[in-house]
Nanobody, 120 residues
Framework: EVHLVESGGGLVQPGGSLRLACTAS????????ISWVRQALGKGLEWVSS????????AYADSVKGRFTISADNAKNTLYLQLNSLKSEDTARYYC?????????????RGQGTQVTVSS
């Protein structure tokens, strides 16, 4: 059974940083494509970033490029998202999901999410 458990969210001031983590089990983590997606209040799910865990190849949405960094620790089956230079528009619930930017929605596995609130 697939399990994805996110952690690390919280309240941070604009310009601040957070590091999110997603602990995964139930699928071949070290040979997968895994994404971070987010959902702001009243809006739809938005793909943020993805990584191929076997090669380390990454991809980012334009809205976060240069500010967020995705990484994976295959020994720990854990996905990370480093969020820097946070803006109020980054406020959302962040989820890890199996799949790439174009497939995560169809694959249908994501965790319960962790809330990130950017506010002064």
């Amino acid at each position: 059974e697939v399990h994805l458990v996110e952690s690390g969210g919280g309240l941070v001031q604009p310009g601040g940083s957070l590091r999110l983590a997603c602990t995964a089990s139930g699928f071949p983590f070290s040979s997968s494509v895994i994404s971070w997606v987010r959902q702001a209040l009243g809006k739809g799910l938005e793909w943020v970033s993805s990584i191929r865990t076997d090669s380390g190849q990454t991809a980012y949405a334009d809205s976060v490029k240069g500010r967020f960094t995705i990484s994976a620790d295959n020994a720990k089956n854990t996905l990370y998202l480093q969020l820097n230079s946070l803006k109020s528009e980054d406020t959302a619930r962040y989820y890890c999901a199996i799949g790439s930017a174009s497939t995560w929605s169809d694959i249908g596995y994501r965790g319960q999410g962790t809330q990130v609130t950017v506010s002064s």
